[in-house]
């Protein structure tokens, strides 16, 4: 009986974030092919960042797959720009007022 040895499997990279020049030297360096569904241009694409990917990072694949990556997220599904976490986050309990400075035009008096 003849034992065929198994192909090493391939994690795939997280290339979301990436510049298309970094995504494909990246996948290169996996073993991967990249493919840019839409983007005809793919390979002159430089500047672009990549917001979707198939299959996700982490994936096990065989090498010389086929990784999907998008420049665009398509009609009506997002893209209202990079959305970053504020920190320090805004404090809790709504708007609050802000107070005058001390000795500011609107100070109460009190009668004599």
């Not at 694949?61 to 086929?66: C, G, R």
């Not at 007022?97 to 000795?103: A, I």
């Amino acid at each position: 009986m003849h034992i065929t040895r198994k192909t090493p499997e391939v994690r795939v990279p997280r290339l979301v974030g990436l510049m298309a020049v970094d995504a494909r030297e990246t996948a290169r360096a996996r073993g991967l092919l990249l493919n840019a569904p839409d983007r005809p241009e793919f390979s002159l694409t430089v500047v672009d960042h990549v917001v979707r990917q198939y299959p996700q990072p982490g994936a096990e694949v065989p090498p010389d797959s086929m990784v999907y990556v998008w420049f665009d997220f398509g009609p009506g599904a997002g893209g209202g720009g990079v959305h970053e976490p504020r920190i320090p986050r805004p404090p809790r309990g709504g708007l609050q007022r802000e107070l005058d400075e001390p000795g500011g035009p609107h100070l109460a008096l009190s009668s004599p």
